[in-house]
């Protein structure tokens, strides 16, 4: 009996100093984030994982002193809005948002928890914050909105390729920049004596058709504007360029090194890491009202030889010269 009454004491204290271990690794998280993307989880997306980075240089530790609850919207819109309730309901500390759909969505499901956006398109005109200058709510972050870059853009092509004179533009539409980005396009372009054929894609099952309607129109050249659509089936847009020999651009690093022929726009992995600084300022008790939006500082022109060799195009030395990447 004496026996049998150690062994239930030493059981007991056990799953007591079990209950305490957890406890105390559970009261080292203090604080909670929830991210919405409109991504996948693997392979996990450099801006997230650049978001990430950012928050350890800070001292922020995933399992240590914070937990973040990741949603993925794989590219689908009406994943949004459910998700973005899903984490209001797990009472976050700070919402994280990656595009302007995921912040609207977030913003319509709480207007209590602060959001930070890592980078999305016109956040004033999608009614989202005040001002840059001044939110006055409880959103900010990062905006990729930059339109006199629409006009760079197609002024490069026309650098690299001179005698272009049709140009797709492939853009989802919905919530964000993608209205004035063509806007402007289509401005740049009139000033250029460029013929702009605009093609409005909603679903991934399009993508065959618009490809067949550049190339009936002779295309030679596609602009592909970014979003959290157009960035999920990325792969497949530019290997349907490619397949139909057709020079792509796309409007960050990312669309070049995952073989886009030209990419020109804001480094998205400095305005992640950048918007760590916000989620840590926000924990540490900073209104979102109180932090300007802030828009790109960094820039990059990249250009691909690898797609280049495979279209058959030569890329200009004085194209080439201006190139802050060249992916050989």
């Known amino acids: 009996m004496k026996l049998?009454?150690?062994?239930?004491?030493?059981?007991?204290?056990?799953?007591?100093?079990?209950?305490?271990?957890?406890?105390?690794?559970?009261?080292?998280?203090?604080?909670?984030i929830g991210l919405l993307s409109g991504s996948r989880?693997?392979?996990?997306?450099?801006?997230?994982?650049?978001?990430?980075?950012?928050?350890?240089?800070?001292?922020?530790?995933?399992?240590?002193?914070?937990?973040?609850?990741?949603?993925w919207?794989?590219?689908?819109?009406?994943?949004?809005?459910?998700?973005?309730?899903?984490?209001v309901k797990l009472n976050v500390d700070v919402i994280v948002t990656q595009g302007t759909q995921a912040t609207v969505a977030a913003k319509q499901a709480t207007n209590i928890i602060p959001i930070v956006v890592g980078a999305a398109g016109d956040l004033v005109g999608e009614g989202l914050v005040a001002s840059l200058a001044q939110p006055g709510g409880s959103v900010t972050g990062f905006t990729n909105v930059q339109p006199d870059l629409s006009a760079k853009r197609l002024q490069l092509l026309r650098e690299a390729f001179p005698k272009i004179?049709?140009?797709?533009?492939?853009?989802?539409?919905?919530?964000?920049?993608?209205?004035?980005?063509?806007?402007?396009?289509?401005?740049a372009a009139k000033k250029l004596g460029v013929q702009i054929q605009a093609l409005h894609v909603l679903e991934p099952e399009q993508f065959q058709g618009v490809f067949a309607a550049m190339t009936k129109n002779q295309a030679q050249a596609l602009i592909i504007f970014s979003g959290q659509f157009t960035?999920?089936?990325?792969?497949v847009l530019l290997e349907l360029a490619v397949k139909n020999r057709i020079p792509a651009m796309g409007d960050s690093p990312l669309w070049s090194a995952a073989g886009g022929l030209i990419s020109y726009g804001a480094d998205t992995l400095d305005q992640y890491r950048r918007a760590a600084t916000y989620v840590d300022k926000i924990l540490k008790g900073t209104k979102p009202a109180d932090l300007p939006v802030q828009q790109p500082m960094k820039f990059e022109l990249v250009i691909n030889?690898?797609?280049?060799?495979?279209?058959?195009?030569?890329?200009?030395p004085s194209v080439l010269a201006r190139a802050d990447r060249i992916i050989r």
């Open 4 to 32: 049998r009454s150690v062994i239930s004491l030493l059981l007991v204290s056990i799953l007591l100093a079990m209950v305490h271990l957890a406890e105390a690794q559970q009261a080292k998280i203090i604080s909670r």
């Open 41 to 71: 989880p693997s392979p996990m997306p450099t801006n997230i994982e650049a978001l990430r980075q950012g928050l350890r240089e800070l001292g922020y530790v995933e399992g240590q002193n914070i937990s973040v609850e990741y949603r």
């Open 73 to 87: 919207a794989e590219g689908k819109d009406d994943r949004y809005a459910p998700m973005a309730a899903e984490i």
């Open 165 to 187: 004179s049709r140009v797709a533009v492939l853009y989802h539409g919905g919530p964000g920049g993608d209205q004035e980005e063509l806007r402007e396009t289509q401005s």
């Open 231 to 235: 960035g999920f089936h990325r792969p």
């Open 305 to 316: 030889l690898k797609t280049a060799k495979q279209l058959g195009v030569t890329v200009p």
